[in-house]
């Protein structure tokens, strides 16, 4: 069973950029395909970003593609999510999570506890 903690999160102004990382405890993380997601105030949680077993098939989503870069490092059970160019619409809460199965948005077994990540305008 995987456990995740995101990293801090952080406030910035628009045009900037913001990496996330998010630490798996498990010794299985090579296993998993991970995930970013986000959840902006009054909206339902969104996909954002996936990466395959090994790190060569990455999915983004169509708001996000070419800004964020979503990456691993299975050496250090850790997964980034570099966000650039940010808008004041990335304004989230973003959560990391791991499955079993890649290329299924709906499949994330485990979630990490979510960090804050606001873009000023």
């Known amino acids: 069973q995987e456990q995740l903690v995101e990293s801090e999160g952080g406030l910035v102004q628009a045009g900037d950029s913001l990496r996330l990382s998010c630490a798996a405890s498990?010794?299985?993380?090579?296993?998993?395909?991970m995930g970013w997601f986000r959840q902006a105030p009054g909206k339902e949680r969104e996909f954002v970003a996936a990466?395959?077993?090994?790190?060569?098939?990455?999915d983004y989503a169509d708001s996000v593609k070419g800004r964020f870069t979503i990456s691993r490092d299975n050496a250090k059970n850790t997964i980034y999510l570099q966000m650039n160019s940010l808008k004041p619409e990335d304004t989230a809460v973003y959560y990391c999570a791991a499955s079993l199965i890649f290329g299924i948005r709906t499949a994330y077994n485990y979630w990490g506890q979510g960090t804050q990540g606001t873009v000023s305008s």
């Open positions: 990466i395959s077993w090994a790190g060569g098939i990455t």
């Open positions: 498990g010794r299985t993380f090579s296993r998993y395909a």
